[in-house]
Antibody, heavy 121, light 107 residues
């Protein structure tokens, strides 16, 4: 059974940093691209970042470029989101999600339950 | 960036109704469109991919169609479990973008 479980969320002050983790199981993690998607309270979904299966290609939404970095450790079946210079508008539930098809344009077929990040003083 | 315009934002319907949600892309996305269902406090669930392909395990009352840059999600006969929010997503190019969402409420 495919499982994704996020951790690392919490309350952080504006300008602070946080690292989110997502541990994967039930599939060959190193074969799949992975994503972070966020949802602000009461709002819609926003794709944040993608990392290809081998970590060599990464893509970001413009609003996080230069502040947020996606990475992965295939030996540990883990995905990360390193967040710096956090702003109030980064407050959201952060989901990790798997590309449905390796190495191709793909929607997201498995999602974790999410971890809440709150940026507030 | 490709903008996805989804409508309506809210839809009131009864069990058994046929429901249609529309998503329009600001430019061609070559059918690289997905639909998700999300219930409160839960992660989204993939329903449809490549505009009209039904994800495994999803009931056949859900269907998707495409006409140029306009995409439609249809629920043929609304069931109690279908009251939720629905989102379209284009995955033709980065940044991938979602529609604003449609909340399907009980009439």
């Amino acid at each position: 059974e495919v499982q994704l479980v996020e951790s690392g969320g919490g309350l952080v002050q504006p300008g602070g940093s946080l690292r989110l983790s997502c541990v994967a199981s039930g599939f060959t993690f190193s074969n799949y691209g992975m994503n972070w998607v966020r949802q602000a309270p009461g709002k819609g979904l926003e794709w944040v970042a993608n990392i290809k299966y081998d970590g060599r290609e990464k893509y970001y939404v413009a609003s996080v470029k230069g502040r947020i970095t996606i990475s992965r450790d295939n030996a540990k079946n883990s995905l990360y989101l390193h967040m710096n210079s956090l702003r109030a508008e980064d407050t959201a539930v952060y989901y990790c999600a798997r590309d449905r098809v390796p190495m191709s344009r793909s929607p997201f077929d498995y999602w974790g339950p999410g971890t809440l990040v709150t940026v507030s003083s | 960036d490709i903008q996805m315009t989804q409508s309506p934002s809210t839809l009131s319907a009864s069990v058994g109704d046929r429901v249609t949600i529309t998503c329009r892309a600001s430019q061609s996305i070559s059918g690289w469109l997905a639909w998700y269902q999300q219930k409160p406090g839960k992660a989204p669930k993939l329903l449809i991919y490549k505009a009209s392909s039904l994800e495994s395990g999803v009931p056949s009352r859900f269907s998707g169609s495409e006409s140029g840059t306009e995409f439609t999600l249809t629920i043929s006969s609304l069931q109690p479990d279908d009251f939720a929010s629905y989102y379209c997503q284009q995955y033709n190019s980065y940044p991938e973008t979602f529609g604003q969402g449609t909340k399907v409420e009980i009439k």
